[in-house]
């Protein structure tokens, strides 16, 4: 079944651009083209789209406004802005109801994968009215602004630790979170970080970058209220667990990129329990009282009470926020990795061994050779069952504060 697209822009002759550039799509997509917000809407009311892609600026009715009234009617459309490079900044910080942004000009493999990425992250979601809370989420709508801002300046020659510092500090509470987790003893740091700008340059700009991310999402859990929910808890077990993926992937000698990607995957691999605790907070209350009885069954329960688990939540919002596909997955498959048609040594597979380990040495009621949340199967197919003990010892050194030795 052929996925249905809107493109909407005012200019005519950027539609007709749109078209010739997408031509070899017509195989698997089914495209229609909008002159302006009102000819857009009344397309919507009378066909199904899987995606819309608008122009910010626009007479009569803005991007904003277009994607603000798709957001409220037709809330499971996957919902992207593309738009000049001079309104980024401006589109970043104001335009909560998009999924994802797209800087004009935009080359066609750029735009082809982001909406091709975006439909088949659309179907992790086996639920109808779970996309619906996805997509409707106001708490964690686009990515957090300082990050957005953060990136942009990170991109430019002219940036200096000491201007990446002083945009951190803009927001205090994220900037008090971050020196929280640089103070940890997960980071192994002797002295004391009391300012940004140490962070920056202890930890280096990938990583500030990324607990950044990890604050902000985080920073709307003050407001979930569910029996049983522990964010505080949360926020501990994902910062451990993006340590040790980090520190196995540096011990297995894998790329700068895949380090960072694990590293990040670890950080964000349970923002979906953030999300269904603050939007079906009832649900997900069912499901941690269940939890208590079947302490090592959290994505079975979760697809039992509410359809879908936390892993395709958080996948879901992570792929619309336009992070690397090596996250995503890792996110996605981070229980179940022998779903993933990958194997061998990824983010995905040191993701779902930290987060086992983390667990295990948290509240080590078994053995270490029964570790209950790891997939041995899956270890064993992908040729890392021997590289266990080695990665135990490495969680073990971390969840001491030692990393002298890691």
Not at 98 to 114: I, M, R
Not at 316 to 326: F, I, T, V
């Amino acid at each position: 079944m052929k996925r249905q697209i809107l493109f909407v822009d005012d200019e005519k002759k950027i539609l007709e651009a749109l078209q010739r550039m997408l031509r070899g799509m017509r195989n698997d997509w089914e495209m229609r083209f909008a002159e302006g917000g009102a000819e857009a809407l009344a397309l919507l009311a009378k066909g199904s789209f899987d995606v819309v892609v608008t122009d910010m600026r626009m007479p009569k009715m803005d991007g904003a406004d277009l994607l603000s009234e798709i957001k409220k009617c037709y809330p499971n459309i996957v919902r992207i802005i593309l738009s000049g490079h001079s309104e980024k900044e401006l589109v970043l910080k104001s335009v909560s109801p998009a999924h994802q942004y797209l800087a004009k000009p935009c080359d066609a493999e750029t735009l082809k994968h982001t909406i091709s990425r975006a439909c088949a992250l659309r179907d992790l979601l086996a639920q109808d009215t779970l996309k619906g809370i996805v997509s409707q989420i106001n708490s964690l709508p686009s990515l957090p602004s300082l990050y957005s801002e953060l990136m942009n300046a990170m991109q430019s020659s002219d940036s200096s630790i000491q201007q990446i510092g002083q945009i951190i500090a803009k927001d205090i509470a994220m900037t008090a979170k971050v020196l929280q987790i640089v103070n940890s003893a997960f980071f192994g740091i002797p002295r004391h970080i009391s300012n940004p700008e140490q962070a920056v340059g202890l930890l280096g700009l990938d990583t500030v970058k990324a607990l950044i991310l990890t604050a902000g999402v985080f920073s709307s859990s003050s407001q979930i209220r569910v029996a049983g929910f522990k964010a505080d808890t949360l926020w501990s077990h994902s910062i451990a667990t993006g340590a040790i993926a980090r520190e196995i992937a540096r011990a297995e000698s894998m790329d700068r990129q895949d380090i960072d990607n694990a590293f990040m995957a670890g950080l964000l691999h349970d923002v979906g329990q953030l999300i269904i605790a603050a939007e079906i907070p009832a649900q997900y209350g069912e499901v941690l009282k269940k939890l208590q009885n079947e302490p090592d069954s959290l994505h079975l329960i979760e697809h039992q009470i509410i359809g879908s688990t936390h892993a395709e939540v958080g996948a879901y919002l992570l792929g619309l926020w336009g992070l690397p596909d090596a996250i995503v997955e890792a996110v996605a498959f981070h229980h179940l990795p022998g779903s993933c048609v990958a194997e061998g040594l990824l983010p995905l597979s040191i993701v779902h061994a930290a987060d086992a380990l983390e667990h295990h040495m948290a509240q080590p009621i078994r053995p270490m050779n029964q570790i209950a949340r790891l997939d041995q199967e899956y270890m064993e197919k992908s040729g890392l069952t021997e590289r266990l003990s080695t990665w135990q010892d490495i969680c073990s050194q971390i969840m001491k504060g030692d990393m002298s030795n890691a």
